[in-house]
């Protein structure tokens, strides 16, 4: 038998998340078209006939601006060095520039076996994969190539097989119905996130964040009671998540106590406010109250 840690690591955007859910089969990881939009460490676990993988879920390796993206890079980093098999997720649909280059200089040093999987073979012509893969394979010594697509499925198969091909023997880490290391409350902020990203298009890049304020278990009548607020920046940012007489505030609840709803098997009451807190991301206490894990310096 096989059992060990993969890790997924890539420049914003490259559809780790995307990954992570496809192979696992469990939303674990919300997806967003918008960059950063991981923040910590997701671990998602999945058992086969050979053995059990450890997928380890990173946030994209950018250059950091605040305090929460030194967090979150150093999360990424410290994935590269303590697993045993790395998979470096690569956009084939997006031209290789500097990021990629760091990225490829940050792998020299590392020992671990490392797989390309370059991501989104979907949206591009087959004749333009060649030249990509040929530029990775001259610039790192991975020990593997796949094309895939995270989106439609194309050789996900293929890449869980060598996984498993890298991995050590042992035994399983975790029991047979394990499937994530995050708590409930991680996952309530993070669907609500996921909605005012959607929603709110382009007017909140990375200005906002979620806090679950209270959680209260299923009642007497089976229903989850959620309260949670909405963190922005600015003030001119307030209006945009409350929207006209409430119309936006009201669509993000509605699309999230749907998605809520069937994470938990139960009605759910999901009460909204937005709060107004001046440079966040720079915030020690306020990262630690969102568990955005990393070192801070």
Sequence with gaps: M????????????????????????????????K?????????????????????????????????????MVDVALDAMREVDVLTLVVDASVATGPGDRHLLTLLKDVKTPAILALNKVDVIAK??????????RNAH??????????????????????????????????PPDYVTDQPERFFVAEIVR????????????????VVVDRFEEPDADMVVNL??????ERESQKPIVIGRAGAMIKKIGTAARTELERFFGA??????????RSEWRDDVRAL??????????
């Design 2 to 33: 096989k059992a060990g840690f993969v890790s997924f690591i890539g420049r914003p955007n490259a559809g780790k998340s995307t990954l992570l859910n496809r192979i696992v089969g469990h939303k674990l990881a919300i997806v967003s078209d």
């Design 35 to 71: 960059p950063q939009t991981t923040r910590t460490r997701i671990v998602g676990v999945k058992n086969y006939s050979e053995g059990q993988v450890v997928f380890v879920d990173t946030p994209g390796v950018h250059k950091p601006a605040h305090r929460m993206n030194v967090r």
């Design 127 to 136: 004749a333009k994969l060649l030249p990509i893969l040929d530029w990775y």
């Design 141 to 174: 010594s991975f020990v593997e190539f796949v094309p895939i697509s995270a989106a439609d499925g194309t050789n996900v198969d293929v890449l869980e097989r060598l996984f498993l091909q890298y991995l050590p023997e042992g035994d399983p880490l975790y």
């Design 194 to 209: 996921e909605q005012v990203l959607r929603l709110t298009h382009d007017e909140l890049p990375f200005s906002t964040a």
């Design 227 to 232: 309260y949670c607020t909405i963190l922005v």
């Design 267 to 276: 009605r759910v009451y999901l009460d909204l406010h937005v709060k107004v």
């Design 288 to 297: 630690d109250e969102m568990g955005l894990q990393g070192r801070d310096r």
